[in-house]
């Protein structure tokens, strides 16, 4: 069966420090790979996705950026944060067919101090 | 474009009643849909999804959706809700595109009272 792990689960970080967020999924081949930010009361926002190996597409300009080295591996940076990059930080992996759900990470809270 | 719509950012319910969590969808292509349930500080997990075919679905802990294509809704039900139903629970589309993105309506909390 497909497993998907996040880490870490909760991370304190202060302004202006790098960020490192990983994400990887076992027990299948070439998955769409995404991540999500959720703010208290505002849902989810996506924030990057990708179908391939070092292919990222962005949904909206930020402070982050990600980048896929290995097919099920997923990571999520920043050089330098900000307080607002706070939140729930959720990677997901999907198979490359429509009627198919994403399936989630157990997510990392990130608080910038 | 596509969009969903969950009515009521927070409802309650007395352990026992019957659950009913509302979505409403728009979308140009016949819509693939799901219910997802999120217990504090733990990411999205599937309850059920709508494709084709049946339009009642039914789906992990006691769940149910009905798909009304009229009515553009997948409703979320359960005939009687239990304490460990609380939680926090979104409606997402599929409406084609690229890269099968989902669009999630805001969720909607569930309590329930004892």
């Known amino acids: 069966s497909q497993t998907i792990h996040q880490w870490p689960a909760t991370l304190v970080q202060p302004v202006g420090s790098p960020l490192s967020l990983e994400c990887t999924v076992e027990?299948?081949?070439?998955?769409?790979l995404y991540w999500y930010r959720q703010a208290a009361g505002r849902g989810l926002q996506l924030l990057f996705y990708?179908?391939?190996?070092?292919?990222i597409s962005s949904e909206v300009p930020q402070n982050l950026s990600a980048s896929r080295p290995q097919d099920r591996q997923f990571i999520l940076s920043s050089k330098k944060l900000l307080l607002s990059d706070s939140g729930f930080y959720l990677c997901?992996?999907?198979?490359?067919?429509?009627?198919?759900?994403?399936?989630f990470g157990d997510g990392t809270r990130l608080s910038i101090l | 474009a596509q969009s969903v719509t969950q009515l009521g950012s927070h409802v309650s319910v007395s352990e026992g009643a019957l659950v009913l969590l509302r979505c409403n969808y728009s979308?140009?292509?016949?819509?693939?849909l799901f219910w997802y349930v999120q217990y504090p500080n733990q990411g999205l997990q599937l309850l059920l999804k709508y494709t084709t075919g049946a339009t009642l679905v039914k789906g992990i802990n006691g769940f149910e959706a009905e798909f009304k294509k009229s009515e553009t809704s997948f409703h979320l039900t359960k005939p009687s809700a239990h304490m460990s139903d609380a939680a926090e629970y979104f409606c997402?589309?599929?409406?084609?595109?690229?890269?099968?993105?989902?669009?999630f309506g805001k969720g909607t909390l569930l309590t329930v009272n004892p």
């Open positions: 027990g299948t081949s070439n998955p769409n």
């Open positions: 997901a992996w999907g198979a490359d067919r429509r009627n198919q759900p994403q399936h």
């Open positions: 990708s179908v391939g190996i070092g292919q």
């Open positions: 979308s140009s292509v016949p819509p693939y």
């Open positions: 997402a589309l599929n409406s084609g595109g690229s890269n099968y993105k989902l669009t």
